[in-house]
T-cell receptor, first 116, second 111 residues
Framework: GAVVSQHPSRVICKSGTSVKIECRSL??????MFWYRQFPKQSLMLMAT?????????EQGVEKDKFLINHASLTLSTLTVTSAHPEDSSFYIC????????????FGPGTRLTVT | SQKIEQNSEALNIQEGKTATLTCNYT??????LQWYRQDPGRGPVFLLL?????KEKRKERLKVTFDTTLKQSLFHITASQPADSATYLC??????????FGTGTRLTVIP
């Protein structure tokens, strides 16, 4: 089946620093990848949609200059949280869509970010 | 505004019973509705998709219904097992094919 990995699984960083999270589709090419954020005991909130080779589309209320998304290849998307603050601490999850079958999304295992 | 609500934050049931979870939505006209399972500290795992012209879909011990008039989907797990304990999320696509999730129901199956 389609497998999506994320790295790192956990990261702790100091306030003001930047951290990069990688999302890879391991056995398929993903034309579209999605980034979600999940706070404790809450559901997933879509942050942005990333298409290979083009700029990401951000949901309302998500700062594009703070959450930099790069989708450089059909198997890799990265999310960089710039100038992180404690309120950015959350569980970040990516997913990938297989080809043009728009309803099939496969999710990564998530990255737990803690900003101290 | 668009909303997806799962009316029980938590549900406890006895092993062997049928668990029924509810998903209600407003201001969506989805062509599909999906159900996912999420375990603590993990990403969601796709379970079932039901189309707007399908009333019911089954997969092993899982059954999903979809009533576009009521704007509601029901998710059933029959002969529940402790291993079914997890958070279950319903999800809808918007017009741009982006997926939006409900609030989730945390199911606990008691042995």
């Amino acid at each position: 089946g389609a497998v999506v990995s994320q790295h790192p699984s956990r990261v702790i960083c100091k306030s003001g620093t930047s951290v990069k999270i990688e999302c890879r589709s391991l056995d398929f090419q993903a034309t579209t990848m999605f980034w979600y954020r999940q706070f404790p005991k809450q559901s997933l909130m879509l942050m942005a949609t990333s298409n290979e080779g083009s700029k990401a589309t951000y949901e309302q209320g998500v700062e594009k200059d703070k959450f930099l998304i790069n989708h450089a290849s059909l198997t890799l998307s990265t999310l960089t949280v710039t100038s992180a603050h404690p309120e950015d601490s959350s569980f970040y999850i990516c997913s990938a869509r297989v080809g043009t079958v728009h309803y099939e999304q496969y999710f990564g295992p998530g990255t737990r970010l803690t900003v101290t | 505004s668009q909303k997806i609500e799962q009316n029980s934050e938590a549900l406890n049931i006895q092993e062997g019973k049928t668990a029924t979870l509810t998903c209600n939505y407003t201001n969506y006209s989805p062509a599909y509705l999906q159900w996912y399972r999420q375990d603590p500290g993990r990403g969601p795992v796709f379970l079932l998709l039901i189309r707007e012209n399908e009333k019911e879909k089954r997969k092993e011990r899982l059954k999903v219904t979809f009533d576009t008039t009521l704007k509601q989907s029901l998710f059933h797990i029959t002969a529940s097992q402790p291993a079914d304990s997890a958070t279950y999320l319903c999800a809808l696509e918007d017009g741009a094919n982006n997926l939006f999730f409900g609030t989730g129901t945390r199911l606990t199956v008691i042995p």
